[in-house]
């Protein structure tokens, strides 16, 4: 007996020192120490034993199973911390280890001019409004001196959103001109970028909605000087000290007089062609048109309730996508619109 309760040591401790997974360390619990276990099998045996034997054998028996369990025990201990050491350096972090980069959006390019515009006229002492794009139609044509009857005013051209055409999404942002000189006394100068609604159909050049800045200038002894001053400073802070501006005489109900303005082609120089053929950026004119301007009429000043005898003034309009178009060579308005992030990435 005293043989059987050591080959069951040995057995025991072999077969728990190969044991390499929890599961197994069970098994050979049941093995030896279960009720139907090998240790229990030998301990059946004992009333076989003569009253001498019994005492030295049970207690053989006991240290036997107390060497067993300890056993147990140590290497579950020891099989758990090999596991947790193995999870460890499987989930190991390396905090010096470079992160995934989160892409960055940034400003689109026509964010991009019209921030610069805005920091030209703000350096000039302007300050920059914001007003409706859903406008009343004396403010976009009435009162900017467009009467009934005349042509901007078609329906095919207009977005009116009345039956009655009294309101109507604004055409231009001009109306920013009669809003601030009816809230504010000489003398004024602001900026006012915004969208505007045309019914055009989208093409290269095109879009039922674009962007405007509007500029308007009232004080005593404003003249045309003025204008040309400040519009040739914007264009050569904007595009560049050697561009070339040029005004050109234009009609404009609002203003008197009004011209157009024009920077020479970026392309051609002005030369109208680029290596014998027409300059595709200026379409052989030489020059590019900007924005409109002119002196802010009379009747416009006085039905804000400013004295033109006493206050004159300047008064632009610009499309901000022609401004982002030219400064940066892009050749169709629609991908300004589209928002490709392999176009957008370019800038
Ligand atoms: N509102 C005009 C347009 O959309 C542009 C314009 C021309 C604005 C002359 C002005 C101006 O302020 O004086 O075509």
Same mark, same amino acid.
């Given at each position: ?50 009253? *001498? ?10 240290? %036997?199973?107390? /060497?067993? +369990?300890? #056993? !147990? &025990? $140590? ?40 921030? *610069? ?10 300050? %920059?409004?914001? /007003?409706? +794009?859903? #406008? !009343? &139609? $004396? ?61 055009? &159909? ?146």
């Amino acid at each position: 007996m005293k043989q059987q309760l050591e080959t069951i040591q040995k057995k025991a401790r072999e077969a728990l020192e190969a044991a390499a997974a929890p599961e197994e360390l069970e098994a050979l619990r049941v093995r030896f120490l279960g009720k139907k276990g090998e240790l229990t099998a030998v301990l059946k045996q004992m009333g076989s034993l003569s009253p *001498e034997e019994r005492p030295a054998m049970g207690q053989l028996a006991n240290s %036997v199973r107390a /060497g067993i +369990e300890a #056993e !147990l &025990e $140590s290497r579950m201990e020891k099989l758990s911390a090999m596991a947790l050491d193995l999870k460890l350096r499987s989930e190991a972090l390396d905090v010096t280890m470079p992160g995934a980069e989160v892409p960055l959006g940034h400003k689109h390019p026509m964010s991009i001019v019209l921030d *610069e515009m805005k920091e030209i006229f703000i350096g000039m002492g302007f300050d %920059v409004v914001d /007003g409706p +794009e859903v #406008e !009343l &139609e $004396s403010y976009n044509f009435t009162r900017l001196n467009t009467p009934e009857g005349h042509p901007a005013r078609d329906r095919q051209d207009t977005f009116y959103t009345t039956e009655d055409d009294n309101v109507l999404l604004r055409t231009q942002t001009s109306p920013m001109q009669i809003r601030v000189m009816e809230n504010r006394k000489p003398p004024i100068r602001i900026i006012s970028p915004g969208r505007v609604y045309r019914k055009d &159909e989208v093409d290269a050049t095109h879009s039922p909605m674009f962007h405007q800045m509007e500029g308007l200038v009232i004080d005593k002894g404003i003249t045309m000087a003025d204008l040309k001053g400040s519009l040739t400073q914007m264009v050569k802070l904007l595009y560049g000290e050697e561009s070339v501006v040029r005004f050109r005489p234009h009609h404009f109900p609002f203003t008197e007089p009004s011209c157009e303005v024009d920077v020479r082609c970026f392309k051609c120089e002005g030369a109208g062609e680029v290596s014998g053929r027409t300059c595709p950026t200026c379409h052989g004119e030489g020059w590019i048109e900007i924005l409109g301007a002119g002196m802010v009429h009379p009747t416009v000043l006085e039905g804000c309730g400013i004295d033109p005898d006493e206050y004159s003034g300047f008064a632009f309009g610009c499309g901000v996508e022609r401004m982002t178009m030219n400064r940066f060579a892009i050749n169709d308005l629609r991908l300004i619109f589209e928002n490709d992030v392999r176009f957008l990435n370019q800038f």
